[in-house]
């Protein structure tokens, strides 16, 4: 080795191997690409051994450089564990919380939670992203986010699964639509009615909820008339009588009582889903964190 380990040159390293790419790297550092190649090559230099193999635009580690990254990835958690620790001293009168959301949460239910906690915290600076379940959980297992709320199902290993509160999924459709539903009307019946529906993306915790709930009853998700992002725009069409969908119901008062939307019983189909809270495995919290998991 050449020299001491220079620290800057350790984190551009440590970003390129998570992202396995310079350019995003750079991106993600706010710097330019040709100073992460020439800090990574003066690493290089420095360590007298190659550290990645290009191939087209992605690169991968060698062997030298996958234990690096084993020591970088330690030292870059003892660094935030120190700045935690650090934290703490100063009590909640400074501080971030990074939280994240699904769609549904973080639309309905988040607002609320972040007004309580700005209004006790006033000097925590909050970072919020609000994504579809599997978005929300790979920024919880990179730690960009320290706490995520999710409506999908999650299962991993170095992640830690709570159940929140819970939500039902109702069947909706605009309130104006002639069609005479019977009192009694079960799963099956509605299927063979071949109406549209109108789902949520692939990746939406909704979704992967709805279909297992529906494989459950030997139901397949038919072919949607339409796929979107946002469950806004998916009230908005149905509203408009283009479709039915199973829907959140803590999403729905507004248009329920305001006759927009009603909702359609089926006898034999009730479909209640945990919200959970996510975040890794052996996680210390900071103290804005904890006075959020007081506040759920």
């Not at 030292?75 to 501080?95: H, P, V």
């Not at 069409?237 to 329920?256: H, K, M, N, R």
């Not at 189909?269 to 975040?279: G, T, V, W």
Request: net charge negative; aromatic share 8%.
């Amino acid at each position: 080795m050449g020299g001491a380990m220079n620290f800057n040159h350790l984190q551009i390293f440590y970003k390129v191997a998570q992202l396995q790419h310079f350019t995003r790297a750079a991106e993600a550092l706010f710097i330019s690409q040709p100073a992460v190649s020439k800090q990574i090559h003066e690493l290089e230099k420095s360590l007298g051994q190659s550290l990645f193999t290009r191939t087209g635009q992605k690169v991968y580690l060698t062997e030298a450089g996958r234990l690096l990254y084993e020591y970088a990835e330690r030292i870059f958690t003892l660094t935030a564990e120190a700045e935690i620790a650090l934290d703490e001293l100063q009590g909640l009168l400074r501080g971030h919380l990074s939280v994240g959301a699904s769609t549904t949460i973080g639309t309905y239910l988040l607002p609320d939670l972040l007004g309580q906690y700005t209004s006790l915290y006033p000097q925590i600076h909050l970072s919020v992203k609000v994504e579809n379940t599997s978005a929300i959980e790979e920024a919880v297992l990179s730690h960009q986010l320290e706490l995520g709320l999710v409506e999908g199902k999650v299962n991993h290993a170095e992640l830690e699964v709570r159940p929140w509160r819970y939500d039902a999924l109702v069947l909706v459709s605009a309130c104006d639509k002639a069609l005479e539903w019977p009192e009694a009307m079960t799963l099956q019946q509605f299927m063979d009615l071949n109406l549209p529906l109108v789902v949520r993306e692939s990746g939406s915790g909704t979704r992967t909820v709805l279909e297992e709930a529906l494989l459950a009853h030997g139901v397949q998700l038919p072919v949607p008339l339409m796929e979107l992002g946002s469950t806004e725009a998916i009230k908005r069409v149905v509203s408009a009588g283009l479709g039915y969908a199973f829907i959140s119901q803590l999403t729905i008062e507004l248009e329920v009582a305001a006759q927009r939307l009603r909702q359609i019983p089926l006898s034999d189909f009730e479909l209640r889903r945990p919200l959970y809270l996510i975040f890794p495995r052996r996680q210390r919290f900071s103290k804005a964190a904890e006075a959020f998991l007081q506040l759920l």
